[in-house]
Structures are given as structure tokens and as C-alpha cells.
């Protein structure tokens, strides 16, 4: 009763696509790597904004009172 075949695969896959449609499928696939590219773009500019903000030095005189 170990893994499956890829007989059992093809029929789980034939049974998604009978139920689903194959536009829908697209349309989901294409959502889910834009919903990705989106979370790597927000993650780029995260780190960037972080580093940049760690850099900065202000210059000026400290005065004691």
C-alpha cells in the first residue's frame, strides 16, 4: 500500500481536468504564478528598503546640555 502508480496519477489528473474544465485550470495556473512573481517582487523591494535604511547616517554635532 506504498506510493501510487502513475496509472493512479493519471487517473486523479484525468478526473481534475473532467471536473474543473481546462480553461479554468489555465486561469488558476496563470492567478497562481502572478500571486508569485507579485510575493518575489514585494520580498526584492523589502530588503532593499530594509538595507538602505540600516546605511543611512545623519550628520551633525551633538551639544550637551
Do not use: C, P, Y
Not at 500500500?1 to 496519477?9: C, K
Not at 507579485?38 to 532593499?48: H, N, P, S, V
Amino acid at each position: 500500500m506504498g506510493s501510487f502508480s502513475i496509472w493512479h496519477w493519471l487517473i486523479v489528473l484525468l478526473v481534475v481536468v473532467l471536473i474543473f474544465g481546462t480553461k479554468k485550470l489555465r486561469n488558476m495556473g496563470s492567478d497562481l504564478g502572478g500571486a508569485v512573481k507579485g510575493f518575489k517582487e514585494g520580498m526584492k523591494d523589502g530588503e532593499g528598503a530594509g538595507k538602505s535604511q540600516d546605511s543611512r547616517t545623519i550628520e551633525g554635532e551633538a551639544k550637551e546640555k
